[in-house]
Structure formats: structure tokens, C-alpha cells
T-cell receptor
Framework: DAGVIQSPRHEVTEMGQEVTLRCKPI?????LFWYRQTMMRGLELLIY????????DSGMPEDRFSAKMPNASFSTLKIQPSEPRDSAVYFC???????????FGSGTRLTVV | GENVEQHPSTLSVQEGDSAVIKCTYS??????FPWYKQELGKRPQLIID?????GEKKDQRIAVTLNKTAKHFSLHITETQPEDSAVYFC????????????FGTGTRLQVTL
């Protein structure tokens, strides 16, 4: 298994631009999580899905952030418009029920200038 | 919701010594407690986990203990090696579709020669 696949690995964009992060979970996993990691705030859960349905999006910082999971093998996190304070590493993780632990993707390092 | 506190935030030990990281949680319904290791620039990776029906679990040089009465759990690393240097995160969750992991703030472990 290739694990959780995220793209792109690095993204540099100008303030105001739209950014789309992509995630392919491990086949058979039914839960998917989006995290943001910064030095100041650590690992923050933004949103998570179970069986493609959003369960909790209370961590999404603002309306500028949105996430979708159109099918079991793909999810996107979109930021529109992006701001410098959105600069962080964004991780996607998946699990077969969180009871078995999460597998994290390699992350997307986002820099908004 | 669940709240997980982790101590210490940084820990420096000499090679060969033991390291202990402690976490407390608030939700008595939590029953799954994984530990993740994150090396610099890499993804968090699950290294060991424990469920509430077990008080202790060991895997080579690492062990985790759980005290449900006191609502705390600990990671023990014996005979530390330079490659153990990383940030370690504890986490806690209940089970069930709507459950999610709540992470601690991380412990930066430095193993010196």
C-alpha cells in the first residue's frame, strides 16, 4: 500500500490566491482527517469525515476554508482567498475507525507570501 | 470535549538513559491512547498504542502505561539512542464513528551523546 498520498508537497502562493490541497486515503479506510501544524499551535484538527460525510468541522478557522470528500478515495481542502497566516504544514490522515490509529500523509507545506 | 495535557514540552537525556513522557486526559470515556513520533520535517508516525482494558504494553525499548483511575498515561523509552530524538505526541479518544483523536502539545526529546 502506498499509504496516504498528499499533493502537492510544497506550495508557494501569493496572498489572495486560491489554494487546493489534495489527499488520497489508504484504500479501505473510512475516516479521513485534515490537520494543520504550526510551531505556535501544534497539531490542529480542521475537519474530519467518516464514510465521506463531514462529522466535525469546528476546527475550520474561517469561511475561507472548505473541505470536500466526493468519494472514498479523494478529499480536498481549499483556502480561498489565502492569507500569510495560513502558512503551515497541512496533514491529511486516514484510519479504519480511529480506534486503530491514524496514518498520516507526508503533508503539504504551504507558504503564502 | 476531550483535553489532553502533555509534559514536559522538552526533554534532554544522555544516550543510554531512560526518558519518560506523561499525559493526562479529561474525558473518562476515552479508551484508546496512541503515541506518535515525528522526526524533523516528516509526518507523525504511530509507534505504540494502548487500549483501556490493558494497563501496560511494551514493544522492545518503548512501553506505555495507563492509569484509568487517575486518567493519565505515560511513554517510557529505555536505553535511548540518538535516533530517538524527535517530537512525541500522545493522544486520546473514545471509540465509535463520531470519535476523534485529541492530541497533546508534543514533547521534543533530544538524546545527546
Amino acid at each position: 500500500d502506498a499509504g496516504v498520498i498528499q499533493s502537492p508537497r510544497h506550495e508557494v502562493t501569493e496572498m489572495g490566491q486560491e489554494v487546493t490541497l489534495r489527499c488520497k486515503p489508504i484504500s479501505g479506510h473510512n475516516s479521513l482527517f485534515w490537520y494543520r501544524q504550526t510551531m505556535m499551535r501544534g497539531l490542529e484538527l480542521l475537519i474530519y469525515f467518516n464514510n465521506n460525510v463531514p462529522i466535525d468541522d469546528s476546527g475550520m478557522p474561517e469561511d475561507r476554508f472548505s473541505a470536500k470528500m466526493p468519494n472514498a478515495s479523494f478529499s480536498t481542502l481549499k483556502i480561498q482567498p489565502s492569507e500569510p497566516r495560513d502558512s503551515a504544514v497541512y496533514f491529511c490522515a486516514s484510519s479504519f475507525e480511529q480506534y486503530y490509529g491514524y496514518t498520516f500523509g507526508s503533508g503539504t507545506r504551504l507558504t503564502v507570501v | 470535549g476531550e483535553n489532553v495535557e502533555q509534559h514536559p514540552s522538552t526533554l534532554s537525556v544522555q544516550e543510554g538513559d531512560s526518558a519518560v513522557i506523561k499525559c493526562t486526559y479529561s474525558d473518562s470515556a476515552s479508551n484508546y491512547f496512541p503515541w506518535y513520533k515525528q522526526e524533523l520535517g516528516k509526518r507523525p508516525q504511530l509507534i505504540i498504542d494502548i487500549r483501556s482494558n490493558v494497563g501496560e504494553k511494551k514493544d522492545q525499548r518503548i512501553a506505555v502505561t495507563l492509569n484509568k483511575t487517575a486518567k493519565h498515561f505515560s511513554l517510557h523509552i529505555t536505553e535511548t539512542q540518538p535516533e530517538d530524538s524527535a517530537v512525541y505526541f500522545c493522544a486520546a479518544s473514545g471509540t465509535g464513528t463520531a470519535s476523534k483523536l485529541t492530541f497533546g502539545t508534543g514533547t521534543r526529546l533530544q538524546v545527546t551523546l
